[in-house]
């Protein structure tokens, strides 16, 4: 199976900018699509994005489109987010799943143990 560890939240203010990281281990990482979803407190995990197994293809959920950008480094065994004018709607654990699949489809199975992001008004 695959592991994977988030990093790179913190506190930021609104407006500003955060790069977070998912390093994976274990497996090949060019087989996983690999996808970044968030949970606030309170609500369920939703999707924000995700990305195929050689950067070709990404998805965003609606409200982050044109702000936040996946991307990875299969050299690097890693997928980031960038994540550029965050709003403090954006406060939540932020996760990132692997799906042994070329293409991203919405399943998988691993995920991390999460993130915190926190964005001040």
């Known amino acids: 199976q695959v592991q994977l560890v988030e990093s790179g939240g913190r506190l930021v203010q609104a407006g500003g900018s955060l790069r977070l990281s998912c390093a994976a281990s274990g497996r090949t990482f060019s087989n996983y699509a690999m996808g970044w979803f968030r949970q606030a407190p309170g609500k369920e995990r939703d999707f924000v994005a995700a990305?195929?197994?050689?950067?070709?293809?990404?998805y965003y959920q609606d409200s982050v489109k044109g702000r936040f950008t996946i991307s990875r480094g299969n050299a690097k065994n890693t997928v980031y987010l960038q994540m550029n004018s965050l709003k403090p709607g954006a406060t939540a654990i932020y996760y990132c799943k692997a799906e042994r699949s070329s293409t991203w489809t919405g399943g998988g199975a691993y995920w991390g143990q999460g993130t915190q992001v926190t964005v001040s008004s």
């Open positions: 990305i195929n197994w050689n950067g070709g293809s990404t």
